[in-house]
Structure formats: C-alpha cells, structure tokens
C-alpha cells in the first residue's frame, strides 16, 4: 500500500485542498485533486493503527515513536517480571493456605459493605455461606489473572512484529505496570510530604497481619468485593443505564468494565476514587485518603479500559503484599519491592506524559459511550494514552 501524505504545493489545485485535509476529506471538493492525510492520520500511525480512524486512509508505512516514547515505555515495562513475581508468589500463597483458611471459617463472620462513601453494612456472612464465598474469591482472583494474561499474548505471540512497542503498550499488563509501579512511588512521594507536616498513616488496630487465616479472607474480600462496591457500583451500573439510554443492545457489558473512556466515565472515574478514598477515613485517618484516592483513579481506570479483572488483580497485588513479605522474607520481597519502586519513578514520568497528550483530546471523546464496543487485547479505544 501507497502511505498517504499530504499533498505538496504543487499538487494542490486550489486554496482549498488544504482544508479539506485538515477536515479528513478523501478529495478537494472545488477541485477534486486528492487531500492526502488528514490531522489525525499521523496519531493514528503512531498508535499503531493500520488505517484513519477519521479519514480512513491505509497507514501502511506508519511514521517511527519518538524516541522518548520508547524509551519510557521499555522502561516502565521492566517493572513487569518483578510485578509478575510479586503476584506469582501471592497467587501461589493464596492456593497454599486455601485449604487452612477453609477449615478456620467455622465460627467466624464476615461482615459486607457498600461504600456510600463511609462503609454501610449490608449483612454478615458465616460458616458454610462464608466458605462458599470464599471458594468465589478464589476463583474470581484467578480467572481474573488468567483473563489479564490472555489479554496480553500478544507481548508474546507478536514480539517479532512490527511496532512492538505500540502493540505492548495496548496491553493490560502494560498499564498494570504502570499503573501499580507508579502508585507505589506516589505513595512514597506523598507520604513524605505528609509526614513532614505531621500527617503520618497508621494501621489500625486489629489489622490481620502475615499468614493468618484471617488475613487470607480480609484481603482476597477487599481485592474483589472492594472492586464490586467502588468500581462496579457507581461506575459500571450507571455506565449500564447510560448504555441502555443511547440504544447499545450490549448494555449490560458495561457491569464489567472495559468500555473504554468517555466524558461521562472520566467523571465516574473520579466519583469513583473520591469514595474509595474517603471509605478509608473512618479506619485510617486523613492520611490514608489522599494516598487511596490516587490508587482508586489507577484502578477506576484500568477497569473502565479493560475491564473489572484488571483492577481486581491491582487490587490483589497491592493488599496481599504484606502475605509475600512475610512468605519470601525482607530480602527477597525488598528487593523485588524496589526495584518496582524505582522503575515506578520513571512510571510517574511516563504517566505524566500520557496526561500531557491525552487531557486536551478529552474535549474529541464521545461525551457518553464509545461508537466502537470491540475492545480486544489491542485496547486504545477513547483513552487518555
């Protein structure tokens, strides 16, 4: 295929021609000499696309990333076999003590809440309700992973390809790097600043700590139901009504996420991650809310991009990380630990940039639900990336 350009001077028959360019026009429509490409083609191309989203001309030739681009992405993308083995070793202790934590339920309680935003009570599960529950968490968590990994084959399936760069940063795995390295070093970030005015988090009382059954049950219920009660509810059932509302036949899609962002979702998004945050007051203090309010925008993301299954192993990750702490011990988690910190530096950088490109196109976006509903493990659709 031809790689479409615009047209120089001198083909361009009239004044015209370079406006109906810039409009997407396949042909000047005073005098009928071709437009060539239009102000979109070359973001097109730099995505990966082989086609115009606007005008839909072929990009068969598709102009180079710039190298920072690159660089940064291959950068925060080392962060990935650390966080694979940081959630390899929690998925492997949640297994182990599976069965230990199912025999400890008889005799203890649960107690379910939705975020409104403080925590509402809403029933307590116990004995075999609660190990049935169990049992779905489990699964949850799992097919969550299995869903993530599948989603991101073609980090494998294509590493030869073309654009490789582009294609992995389509990925969930790729924003879960991230999205999770660079959480870690806001946290550290933020917290230092807190501590020096006197705001300092502490734990509270009663919290499970290490391999203790109980610790097991708390955390696994907070990387899902968490994800249920501050993603699924007041995004994914108001996404759900919207859907509803503009004639989508796959309406009820949209309780999982993965619809890709609007206006409407960037909203929910931040609706969103103010009641995760402001959930953890109660229990934690002001100085837990700020830090929960950036992870909640990460994870309300990645679960209106790609789905509930993203956020929930985010969510997994980070609550069970004082299991692996104590499973590996300080050495072996410490340094896996730092090195996504320090990855997750150049993942704050990389996050900024993303910001920098995407906030002005916010105002293109479709204002309630994206026109294309096919999102793939190539994911890009309506994002600020």
């Not at 990925?171 to 020096?196: E, H, K, N």
């Not at 931040?270 to 100085?287: K, Q, V």
């Amino acid at each position: 295929m031809r790689r479409s350009r615009r047209p120089s001077r001198k083909e361009m028959s009239c004044p015209r021609c370079g406006e109906a360019a810039r409009e997407g026009w396949a042909f000047c429509p005073d005098c009928g000499a071709p437009a060539g490409e239009c102000d979109l083609c070359r973001e097109y191309a730099k995505k990966g696309y082989g086609y115009c989203g606007k005008c839909g001309r072929p990009l068969a030739q598709r102009p180079e990333r710039r190298g920072d681009s690159h660089a940064l992405s291959k950068a925060v993308f080392v962060a990935a076999p650390a966080i694979i083995a940081l959630l390899i070793i929690e998925g492997l202790s949640l297994y182990w003590w599976a069965g230990d934590v199912f025999s400890w339920i008889p005799g203890h309680e649960l107690k379910m809440y939705l975020l409104l935003p403080q925590m509402v009570s809403i029933g307590t599960l116990g004995n075999g309700a609660l190990q049935a529950y169990w049992i779905f968490l489990i699964a949850a968590i799992t097919a969550s992973g299995v869903v993530l990994a599948y989603q991101s084959r073609t980090i494998v399936t294509e590493r030869n390809g073309p654009d490789l760069v582009g294609k992995v940063e389509r990925t969930p795995l790729f924003w879960l790097s991230l999205m999770f390295s660079a959480y870690l070093a806001l946290v550290i970030i933020v917290a230092a600043i807190q501590g020096a005015i006197g705001y300092v988090i502490t734990a509270p009382d009663g919290l499970p700590l290490g391999t203790e059954p109980e610790a097991f049950l708390s955390y696994a219920n907070a990387a899902v139901w968490e994800e249920i009660a501050s993603r699924l509810v007041p995004i994914g059932i108001p996404m759900v009504v919207v859907a509803g509302l503009s004639g989508r036949k796959d309406f009820l899609r949209y309780l999982l996420g993965g619809f890709g962002v609007t206006k409407v979702g960037i909203v929910l998004i931040i609706l969103s991650a103010t009641i995760f945050g402001l959930a953890h007051l109660d229990s934690w203090g002001w100085a837990k809310v700020i830090p929960m309010i950036i992870g909640g925008l990460m994870m309300s993301y990645l679960y209106v991009r790609f789905g509930i299954h993203v956020s929930i192993i985010f969510h997994f990750i980070t609550d069970f990380s004082g299991i692996a702490l104590a499973v590996v011990g300080e050495q072996i988690f410490s340094f896996i630990f730092i090195l996504i910190v320090v990855i997750g530096f150049i993942s704050v950088a990389a996050l900024a940039k993303y910001l920098k490109d995407g906030i002005p196109k916010i105002g293109d976006m479709p204002t309630w639900v994206a026109e294309d509903e096919d999102q793939t493990d190539d994911s890009s659709r309506s994002n600020l990336g």
